[in-house]
């Protein structure tokens, strides 16, 4: 099978130089990618760099190996263009369709999906023109990803720094596999909580779980390439990078992510608890480093019971016609367990794992039955965390509507 073209533009950006991260992440899982960068590009990343890494010939002009007919070949023979950075004179060029170098002509004569990942100071990315020029390639069907929020070039921090390359080499495989969808999220916030709550025993000991994060993530991910608004409350994930366009919110102990699930559930369409919250916590918290008394056995670790966020959110929901969602870990008797669960829990859908030594945690892959308070039963093979979190969107979707 002929690996699938894609085109990465480059335009010039201090960002330029994340973008070799981005292009060798697309080689190395079997993209044919064609570097095409624009002449600022070139003063952040030289041409020799981008032909090393992609293997292929790389120029920025239209007049360079005329005969081959450049400027329309690329664009047409493409499985998708991804711009990053695009800085606001790439972003505006595209908008008004200019085709003044090689990178606007191929995105004049591309027909497959167009991804953008904007980077810029963030005055530059609030300004009204650049505002209706993202508009105006949204509206065309290009994917825009949000910049993320944090340091700029300089002393600056706010929103326009380039998100993580590993999160738009996710946002181009996700378009590849499924193409530029209707965006059946636009205009809903959703929150997923994400990772294991950590409940400190002293200063220096907690009881904790294994859960990743890695699920929460994919489905934080998923909402947002659906056009959701996403709050990711996110437990002990450390490690993990924010998701593209994702408004993050750090917690550390099952208490701190009841409120900030309260909180952002206030005004949300949907709900995803997908967070490993425990059940109980230390009854008291030691001030000093609990010490071991030689000749003395230890003292027992006397638990709390810790509120269930899950419970509580589906008997006293924020809006009407909001949809839950949980998740279970079970080891025997996986659907009955499930259905219980369900029903206890009283949320509207409950995806039910079967854990086991290879399967879930920290694992790139998940299996798993979702069950429907309607009694329905939708399996979901094993394969990777987005292709689950696709299907929970699909349920929440049509649950919306
Ligand atoms: N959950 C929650 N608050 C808790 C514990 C769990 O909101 N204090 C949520 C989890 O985020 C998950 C779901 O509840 O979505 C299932 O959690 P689980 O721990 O499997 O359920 P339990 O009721 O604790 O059942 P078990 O008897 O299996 O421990």
């Known amino acids: 099978m002929d690996k699938p073209k894609v085109v990465l533009g480059v335009s010039g950006g201090i960002a330029a130089y994340k973008a070799c991260e981005l292009l060798r992440r697309l ?45 329309v070949r690329i664009g047409q023979q493409a499985d998708l263009v991804v711009v990053a950075p695009a800085t606001a004179d790439t972003l ?57 929020v944090g340091r700029l070039t300089g002393v600056d921090t706010g929103k326009g720094r380039l998100p993580d390359p ?58 947002a390439a659906r056009g959701a608004r996403v709050t990711l409350v996110a437990a002990n994930t450390t490690g993990l990078p924010d998701p593209a366009g994702v408004d993050v919110v750090p917690v550390g102990t099952a208490v701190q992510l009841r409120e900030a699930v309260l909180k952002a559930a206030a005004d ?36 709390a019971r810790n509120p269930d966020i899950l419970a509580e959110i589906s008997a006293d929901r924020a809006r009407p016609g909001q949809v839950i969602v949980g998740f279970a870990a079970e080891t025997d008797d996986v659907l009955a367990n499930g259905r219980r669960k369900l029903e206890r829990k009283g949320c509207d859908l409950l995806v039910v794992n079967e854990v086991g030594e290879r399967k879930t945690f920290g694992s790139e892959e998940n299996e798993a039955v979702v069950l429907g308070a309607d009694g329905t039963e939708i399996p979901v093979p094993y394969g990777p965390k987005e292709a689950l979190a696709e299907t929970v969107w699909d349920l929440v979707s049509e649950r919306l509507r």
């Open 268 to 303: 949300a369409d949907a709900v995803v608890m997908a967070a490993a919250v425990a059940d109980f916590r230390p009854a008291t918290y030691a001030a000093g480093k609990i010490k071991k008394k030689d000749g003395q056995d230890p003292d027992p670790i006397v638990l």
């Open 27 to 71: 080689t190395e899982s079997g993209h044919d990618v064609r570097v095409v960068p624009t002449a600022s590009a070139l003063h952040f990343v030289g041409a020799a760099t981008w032909s090393a890494l992609s293997g292929n010939p790389v120029s920025t002009e239209v007049w360079d190996d005329v005969h081959e007919v450049p400027h």
């Open 166 to 223: 590993g999160e738009i080499f996710e946002v181009c495989r996700r378009v590849l596999a499924r193409g530029v969808t209707e965006p059946d999220l636009k205009g809903r916030h959703v929150v997923v909580s994400a990772g294991g709550t950590r409940e400190p025993l002293d200063p220096v000991r907690f009881l904790g779980n294994r859960s990743s994060g890695k699920q929460g993530y994919a489905l934080a991910r998923t909402a």
């Open 92 to 148: 505006a060029r595209a908008a008004h369709g200019l085709a003044d170098d090689l990178l606007t002509n191929t995105l004049l004569t591309a027909r497959c999906p167009v991804v953008f990942a904007p980077a810029m100071h963030t005055e530059m990315w609030e300004h009204p023109a650049t505002q209706e020029n993202v508009a105006t390639l949204r509206r065309r069907g290009a994917v825009v990803i949000e910049p993320a």
